[in-house]
Nanobody
Framework: QVQLVESGGGLVQAGGSLRLSCAASGRAFNTYDMAWFRQAPGKEREFVAGIHWSTGSTSYKDSVKGRFTISRDNAKNTVYLQMNSLKPEDTAVYYC??????????????????WGQGTQVTVSS
């Protein structure tokens, strides 16, 4: 069982930066694939970024490539999402998710077993 708590959301102007954190409690954090999803009002939840439990390889939604960076610190049981050059269309509730590590990074929300409560990110124009 893994419990996830996100932090770091807020209001920022377009072009600004935020860093989201997701602290995990429970055992064997380093055996879980970790990901960030987001959900804007009236839209479905979508994959933003993921990081593999073993190789540390990463995967990103096309629209955030080059602007967002996912990383993890297994010693701190924490995964991060560094968001730069933010745009108004990045406005959403951002969720941290975890699943038992496998061969590839999953991009479907249905593949993740554990979720945080979400943190609001608002980008003003």
């Amino acid at each position: 069982q893994v419990q996830l708590v996100e932090s770091g959301g807020g209001l920022v102007q377009a072009g600004g930066s935020l860093r989201l954190s997701c602290a995990a409690s429970g055992r064997a954090f380093n055996t879980y694939d970790m990901a960030w999803f987001r959900q804007a009002p009236g839209k479905e939840r979508e994959f933003v970024a993921g990081i593999h439990w073993s190789t540390g390889s990463t995967s990103y939604k096309d629209s955030v490539k080059g602007r967002f960076t996912i990383s993890r610190d297994n010693a701190k049981n924490t995964v991060y999402l560094q968001m730069n050059s933010l745009k108004p269309e990045d406005t959403a509730v951002y969720y941290c998710a975890a699943r038992r590590g496998t061969f590839v990074i999953a991009t479907s929300e249905y593949d993740y077993s554990y979720w945080g409560q979400g943190t609001q990110v608002t980008v003003s124009s």
